[in-house]
């Protein structure tokens, strides 16, 4: 499949559902990929880049204060947009799970890191605290159908399991916490292991597909959730480069 440029606009409200709507698909099986195809490219932001903003910190001074915390919640680097999820829907079997690195965020300086988690579905997703302070773990399920988790995370504790049920269905979990109300996060809760998150210059790179035709959905917290079709043939990479704004 060629590149394809495509600018759109969609309003993060309602967005959520249609990134979930693959809840009732039959179950992902995992195999032995030979010859499979890529996915690369990048996700540009179509526009200038919005002004760095900052957050003032009224909390914990000496702790979250230490840098300056910035908004996150649309980063532009190097002309992509940094942290938007790419996903592959509708792939029967495929690689292994364990090809995704385990689920675990940070909190340090009252960050999240990384802003986004990508963990499979019914899979704990453990929460740091090296902070030396007193954080709260608080999701939002949205429409996931997922419970509520709401969790004090003290001091002392350096290590949260946030349990599985909480994962337990595809979709895309917020996380926030309820002592510091500049804290964001997302937990991706994903049908199979090929999803990948962007860096730098918007890039990513989704690996061993096997050959087929398969939608790929492109979500960002701000920007909203992009659809399209893409062909992976053997052995050879597909370029999907795609304009947000
Ligand atoms: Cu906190």
């Not at 200038?48 to 000496?62: C, G, L, M, Q, R």
């Amino acid at each position: 499949m060629q590149s394809k440029h495509a600018a759109f606009h969609l309003a993060a409200a309602g967005v959520l559902s249609l990134a979930l709507a693959g809840a009732a698909q039959a179950q992902y099986k995992e195999g032995d990929v030979k010859g499979g195809g890529s996915i690369a490219g990048a996700i540009k932001f179509d526009g200038a880049a919005p002004a760095p903003k900052v957050f003032s910190v009224n909390k914990d001074k000496e702790v979250c204060g230490k840098s300056p915390i910035r908004d996150e919640s649309l980063l532009v680097k190097g002309g992509g947009v940094v942290n938007v999820v790419v996903s592959l829907k509708g792939v029967a079997s495929g690689k292994k799970w364990s090809t995704l690195p385990k689920a675990e965020l940070d909190q340090k300086g009252c960050v999240y890191h990384p802003r986004i988690v990508v963990t499979k579905a019914g899979e704990d997703v453990t929460v740091l605290n090296n902070d030396n302070i007193l954080h709260n773990v608080h999701t939002h399920p949205e429409k996931t159908g997922n419970p509520v988790a709401n969790i004090a995370q003290p001091k002392f504790r350096k290590k949260l399991t946030l349990a599985k049920r909480y994962f337990a269905k595809p979709g895309i979990v917020k996380l926030t916490c309820d002592v510091h109300d500049w804290m964001a996060g997302y937990a991706v809760i994903a049908e199979n292991p090929y999803v990948a998150v962007t860096g730098e210059g918007g890039k990513f790179e989704i690996k061993d597909v096997p050959a087929g035709s398969y939608t790929l959905e492109i979500w960002h917290e701000k920007l909203g959730m992009k659809s399209q079709k893409v062909e992976v043939k053997a052995g050879a990479p597909t370029a999907v480069n795609v304009s947000l704004k």
